[in-house]
């Protein structure tokens, strides 16, 4: 199939996405280092890991302010629309071809176009993660950085560890996203042309 070259991460998502998986994976080793590792043989020094966790995810809620913005104002926004006919239909669709047809050399049942950059696994998680489970993630770390904002009891638990809980919670689940992320962005006209599309902004077809 000869398919033309498609532009379709522009300028500002380029950038918020760069910076968006560096400082995951900055949280990500601070925050494991913090929850794991013992004082005496921490995998980061534990002051300096609170350090950078909390400047990252400082950095990271700023960031996630251009994404949301960006997404209400420009065209990249429609991509995280999701349409609800036939979804598990199609959902199943997708989740067939990466379990048996890619093996088979079966072309992709959602072809990547102009209007639909994501196939509907990729929309799903996207919006989820997004509008989910970062947003979470962030509001939950900035109640921890000022406990004092958050009621002792909450349903008549702790206040303090229901936020660390949902904090936790939701840092381990954009950590495996970002595992299965990396690993379906292999999937492309070769293993690395998604990883260049994302710098440079162009999809190139299979
Ligand atoms: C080192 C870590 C990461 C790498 C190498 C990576 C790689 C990529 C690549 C190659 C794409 C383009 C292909 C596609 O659209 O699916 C992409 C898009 C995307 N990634 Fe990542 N990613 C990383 C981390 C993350 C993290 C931590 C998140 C969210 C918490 C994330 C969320 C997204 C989203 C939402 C898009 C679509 C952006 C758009 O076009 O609107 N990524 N990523």
């Given at each position: 199939m000869t398919q033309e070259r498609l532009y379709l991460y522009p300028i500002w998502i380029r950038f918020w996405h760069l910076v968006n998986a560096l400082l995951c994976l900055l949280l990500i080793i601070t925050g494991i280092s913090m929850q794991?590792?013992?004082?005496?043989?921490a995998l980061v020094r534990f002051d300096t890991a609170v350090a950078i966790h909390n400047i990252a995810g400082i950095i990271l809620t700023i960031n996630y302010v251009i994404f949301f913005i960006g997404n209400l104002f420009t065209?990249?926004?429609?991509?995280?629309?999701?349409?609800?006919?036939?979804l598990t239909k199609r959902l199943m669709a997708q989740g067939k071809y990466y379990a048996f047809g890619i093996f088979k050399g079966e072309q992709p049942p959602f072809p990547i176009t102009r209007d639909n950059k994501f196939n509907p696994l990729q929309r799903f998680s996207y919006v989820f993660i997004m509008y989910l489970f970062v947003p979470v993630v962030f509001i939950s770390g900035w109640a921890l950085l000022y406990p004092e904002t958050i009621p002792t009891t909450i349903l008549g638990t702790s206040g303090l560890h229901l936020t660390d809980l949902f904090h936790i919670l939701s840092g381990f689940i954009i950590s495996f996203f970002m595992v299965i992320h990396i690993y379906f962005c292999t999937i492309g006209k070769n293993p690395g042309a998604n990883f260049k599309s994302i710098l440079n902004g162009y999809h190139e077809p299979h």
């Open positions: 794991f590792s013992a004082p005496a043989v065209y990249n926004g429609k991509q995280y629309q999701i349409e609800y006919r036939d």
